[in-house]
T-cell receptor, first 117, second 115 residues
Framework: GENVEQHPSTLSVQEGDSAVIKCTYS??????FPWYKQELGKRPQLIID?????GEKKDQRIAVTLNKTAKHFSLHITETQPEDSAVYFC????????????????FGQGTILTVHP | DAGITQSPRHKVTETGTPVTLRCHQT?????MYWYRQDPGHGLRLIHY???????DKGEVSDGYSVSRSKTEDFLLTLESATSSQTSVYFC??????????????FGEGSWLTVV
């Protein structure tokens, strides 16, 4: 199945700085890469995603880049604010033995982002 | 919230007792999932369903069973709860058309403590 590695596990930045979180995946057939944000005690919520036919996608202060050759993708947050403090998860589709994903996602271990005022 | 309701939201149970968590959705989604979340492990898939009576195992299925007798309900059962199953359990659904990708939306979570 798919294996997703996420780094760093914790990230501390000053307000206004940029933050970058990186993930690698193992299955070259994976074609969809979402990022989720989880605030304390809340559910994970999708913040941005990218498909394999696109190299970069941007939504206001957040962007995601994808390098299919190297099998890694990254989340970039610019002009960080204290409300960006949360746990961030990357994910990639997982497949069963028959090669079907059924929409399953394999998640990275998460990155705790702290933005200091 | 993609119309997902989990129950119970919080439960404390004793080792060896059976526990059932319910996930209810109101928007006729075909695909449903149960994940558990533990510190340092992210979200790990327990079981998933791709239709009524169609289920399969995820990466951490030992000690868990599921049932889906109707589209709107996906039940997760711990046959004999152990302390290692203390966790936060998230139900999720896949929304959108096939070409829109595997967008998964989560329920609010069920906090389970096994003592």
């Amino acid at each position: 199945g798919e294996n997703v590695e996420q780094h760093p596990s914790t990230l501390s930045v000053q307000e206004g700085d940029s933050a970058v979180i990186k993930c690698t995946y193992s299955d070259s057939a994976s074609n969809y890469f979402p990022w989720y944000k989880q605030e304390l005690g809340k559910r994970p919520q999708l913040i941005i995603d990218i498909r394999s036919n696109v190299g970069e996608k941007k939504d206001q202060r957040i962007a995601v880049t994808l390098n299919k050759t190297a099998k890694h993708f990254s989340l970039h947050i610019t002009e960080t604010q204290p409300e960006d403090s949360a746990v961030y998860f990357c994910a990639a589709p997982g497949k069963n033995a028959g090669g079907t994903s059924y929409g399953k996602l394999t998640f990275g271990q998460g990155t705790i982002l702290t933005v200091h005022p | 919230d993609a119309g997902i309701t989990q129950s119970p939201r919080h439960k404390v149970t004793e080792t060896g007792t059976p526990v059932t968590l319910r996930c209810h959705q109101t928007e006729n989604h075909r695909y449903m999932y149960w994940y558990r979340q533990d510190p340092g492990h992210g979200l790990r898939l327990i079981h998933y369903s791709y239709g009524v009576k169609d289920t399969d195992k995820g990466e951490v299925s030992d000690g868990y069973s599921v049932s889906r007798s109707k589209t709107e309900d996906f039940l997760l059962t711990l046959e004999s709860a152990t302390s290692s199953q203390t966790s936060v359990y998230f139900c999720a659904i896949r929304a959108g058309r096939i070409l829109s990708g595997n967008t998964i939306y989560f329920g609010e979570g069920s906090w389970l403590t096994v003592v």
